[in-house]
């Protein structure tokens, strides 16, 4: 990153069941620490343009479904040597049966381009982070962690990943169709880089938050929850994320 060159970034965030709100602000707040970063904010992946002419994408996303269209620009855009820094829901694309959540392969091609696709998770709850590269410039000097209020995430792996954190849990997903998928395995990765053409996706599955009113019409009023928001060092691995994501890590 050469100094005083201006850098774009595309900050895509609009995630239902969360505090879209509340993530919008504080990744905006860590952006704005560059002064030469250019944040555009959106709430989907249509201005493809835009998004092809950004050094560096972010999503907070939840059940944001890009057309096919959409999908052949972000193909495009990594392949070119974009850099996509994906967080937390981005892979969850979720349908309802029977009371139930149901993760159906809605959108295939964008589930290849970041390199996992949600299944599940089980409640909230307090779990160990291992820091499985501690020579990698994003997780180095970082020791061993807990989150807590998260979600535990089990997702489909999709080809190449370089797994950064990972954590152990086992617990079945009772709110979920495919309840026990992922019961069987001893880790799961929390974070990785998952490479496309000449671009990269850094993958970081925590993150989740939830404020008063944002489970509507699946339950009226719910407790505020910060989750990992909550904790110094998931703010250090967002600011790596970005300072990897405009070329200055």
């Known amino acids: 990153m050469e100094k005083d060159q201006k850098v774009d970034v595309y900050l895509v965030c609009n995630a239902k069941y969360h505090d879209t709100n509340f993530a919008r602000l504080e990744l905006l707040k ?8 250019n944040t555009r904010v959106a709430e989907n992946f249509s201005a493809t343009e835009a998004i092809a002419s950004s050094k560096l994408l972010i999503t907070y996303t939840c059940d944001l479904r890009p057309t096919l269209e959409e999908q052949e620009a972000l193909d495009q855009f990594l392949a070119a040597g974009g850099r996509w820094f994906a967080l937390h829901a981005t ?24 390199g996992s696709k949600f299944i599940a998770h089980p409640p909230n709850q307090t779990f160990g982070i291992k820091v499985t590269d501690v020579q990698h410039p994003l997780t180095e000097n970082i020791d061993d962690f807990e989150v807590h ?9 999709l080809g190449e990943q370089t797994v950064l954190l990972e954590a152990s849990y086992s ?9 026990d998928y992922g019961t069987d395995r001893d880790t799961h990765p929390q974070m990785y880089l998952h490479p496309w053409g000449q671009g ?7 993150g ?3 404020g008063k009113h944002d489970m509507k019409p ?3 009023i719910v407790p505020v929850v910060r989750g990992s928001w909550d904790s110094p060092i998931y703010y250090e ?13």
């Open 200 to 206: 990269e996706v850094l993958y970081l599955s925590l």
């Open 237 to 249: 691995l967002l600011r790596r994320g970005i300072r990897w994501g405009i070329g200055a890590l």
């Open 91 to 114: 892979n969850a694309l979720l349908e309802f049966v029977d009371g139930k959540a149901d993760t159906p392969d809605l959108a295939p091609k964008f589930m290849q381009l970041l």
């Open 30 to 37: 860590l952006l704005a620490e560059h002064e030469d970063v």
């Open 149 to 157: 209020d998260e979600e535990p995430y089990y997702c489909e792996a």
């Open 208 to 210: 989740h938050c939830t």
């Open 171 to 179: 617990e079945p997903s009772l709110g979920y169709v495919r309840s």
């Open 218 to 220: 699946l339950a009226d």
